[in-house]
């Protein structure tokens, strides 16, 4: 079981938030890839492909020929497009098959097209792949496959053609979109950008978006975004949230995850978990105050029934130090935060994946 619990720390800006209208966008091609060694497709398409190929090229293939292709094979090309690419920058491309060929290795691209959801064509895509799985096959019928060989990537593979416009440049604010929203988050970055520009320069207007004041000329528009985005904040605390993942075992506990008072049975393991309220008095005539000391003690105990029990109000630090001098297993500790979820005594967020 791990355990995340940081203290306070500052972040910028430019960490935690993102100027909205200012993002990536994906653009896809299909093409097709030769020189492959015996490992291409027989997909109709391919040929239909290949034909409308060599028919440009002004090479007429009779109808009915077969062409019992084997090294070349069909394949869908993306790529992300960069905010703010220009005509001429290059930027790296995957390439998957999209037929039955077994693998890309040794494959070129043939000259590609690489479109965006308006159908307008932004990049050009040509190269040599780079495939990182490779498989083997005996004549026995007997194969082995590490990775994936029927993918692979081409860096620097695609030439932008074309500049996707933004916002950026318009009106007379930027808004500023946190990565994971929150409130007092957004509430911090309002008051620190008004506390460095005046009164009403930034609005939070959800516990996403912050709205900042902005000059209109493009090029003080970025000397002032990236005065702001080195900004430094402190962050919110995330709500307690405790994540399964049912496939490995992890399991990772947020901070301020608390348990109220509850007892689970489960095997023959028992771990008992509880807090008392001390009254820590000062001496005569001394200048102090009375206050309540909370006072947790933990108990360890291998019995042939096994009691999980918690509360009042066990802290994270508690339940981790118990389970690990048990050596409870990770099955073990899911069944406990599972079934004290149901129970209504676990105060967090528990997410299965």
Do not use: W
Request: net charge negative.
């Amino acid at each position: 079981m791990m355990c995340l619990a940081s203290g306070a720390m500052a972040d910028r800006i430019k960490d935690i938030a993102s100027v909205a209208g200012v993002r990536s966008n994906q653009i896809v091609g299909y093409g097709l890839v030769v020189g492959l060694d015996g490992t291409g497709d027989k997909a109709p398409f391919t040929d239909q492909t290949f034909r409308n190929m060599m028919n440009r090229f002004g090479i007429s293939i009779p109808t009915g020929t077969n062409l019992s292709l084997k090294n070349v094979a069909a394949v869908s090309v993306h790529a992300e497009l960069p905010p703010f690419a220009k005509p001429g920058q290059e930027i790296d491309i995957t390439v998957s098959s999209i037929g039955n060929a077994k693998s890309l290795r040794g494959g070129s691209l043939l000259l590609t097209s690489l479109k965006g959801a308006d159908g307008n064509i932004y990049a050009m895509a040509q190269g040599n792949l780079v495939v990182g799985g490779f498989g083997a096959a005996g004549s026995d019928g007997s194969s082995i496959t590490v990775n994936v060989p029927s993918v692979g990537r081409i860096p620097n593979g695609a030439s932008v053609e074309r500049t996707v416009p933004n916002a950026f440049s318009h009106g007379d604010s930027l808004t500023l979109n946190l990565n994971s929203p929150d409130f007092t988050t957004a509430k911090r970055v309002q008051d620190r950008i008004n506390n460095l520009l005046g009164p009403q320069s930034a609005e939070a207007l959800d516990a996403t978006s912050i709205r900042v004041l902005a000059p209109r000329n493009p090029s003080q528009r970025v000397n002032f975004l990236s005065i702001l985005e080195n900004l430094e904040i402190e962050p919110g605390i995330e709500a307690a949230r405790v994540v399964i993942n049912s496939r490995t075992g992890t399991i990772v506990v947020g901070q301020n995850v608390k348990v109220l008072p509850a007892a689970v049975t489960h095997g023959n393991l028992t771990v008992t978990i509880a807090e008392d309220l001390g009254v820590s008095q000062p001496n005569p005539l001394a200048d102090g105050e009375t206050v309540v000391v909370p006072q947790s003690e933990v108990e360890i105990e291998q019995e042939p029934s096994r009691m999980f029990k918690f509360g009042p109000a066990a802290t994270l630090n508690d339940i981790v130090r118990a389970v690990n001098q048990v050596g409870a297993a990770p099955g073990d500790v899911m069944a406990v935060l599972e079934a004290l979820k149901q129970a209504g005594a676990l105060k967090a967020d528990l997410i299965v994946i």
